[in-house]
């Protein structure tokens, strides 16, 4: 299975937990345009896919939901997504850049984590929050644009991430966890 394409008549609003877990073969995909929900781990493992195009009534990416699409270089996440889950894009080790939309308010616990070819990342200032771990092993990560809206940075951030600067203005963070940049 290298290819799937989903009609666009189709009434399916809901990529559901695991749908394509574990697809190693699976190439592309196009998700239905009426989707508004990507389940928990419903790419995970999806090694060969390369190219993602969230539709744009996308609200939810679940947790864990392409873990492992090691060979995803590219994904748009439309303005309509207001959650990315817990490790959302763990271990996606070709992701290059990635556009966080306006919409999300938190970068939560582990979503990029691993994520070795990414280079440099833009922060919305509609984040307040980036969580335990969101960048950490991100080795090729080069620039992070950290707005004022950003209070709280959790643990363990950008640990590993060693070609990043370990220096932001501290003065507006309300609460800096441990080993952010170590």
Do not use: M
């Not at 190693?24 to 493992?45: H, M, R």
């Not at 919305?124 to 080795?139: K, L, M, Q």
Request: with cysteine; hydrophobic share 35%; proline share 4%.
């Amino acid at each position: 299975l290298k290819t799937i394409s989903i009609s666009s008549h189709t009434d399916i609003d809901i990529i559901n937990e695991y749908t394509f877990y574990g697809c190693k073969q699976l190439e592309n995909i196009e998700i239905p345009q009426k989707t508004i929900t990507i389940g928990k781990s419903a790419f995970s493992g999806c090694i060969n896919i390369k190219h993602i195009t969230i539709p744009s009534l996308v609200t939810k990416i679940g947790d864990f939901a392409f873990d492992g699409c090691k060979s995803l270089t590219n994904i748009n996440i439309p303005s309509s997504v207001t959650t990315i889950g817990d490790s959302a894009f763990w271990g996606c080790e070709s992701l290059t850049n990635i556009n966080i939309p306006n919409s999300v308010t938190t970068i939560e616990n582990r979503v990029f984590i691993d994520c070795k070819s990414l280079t440099s990342i833009n922060i919305p200032n509609s984040v307040t929050t980036i969580g335990e771990s969101a960048f950490a092993c991100c080795r090729s990560l080069i620039r992070i644009n950290i707005p004022n809206s950003v209070t709280t940075i959790g643990n363990c951030a950008f640990r590993f991430c060693r070609r990043l600067p370990s220096h932001i203005k501290s003065d507006i963070i309300q609460r800096f966890g441990e080993k952010v940049f170590e």
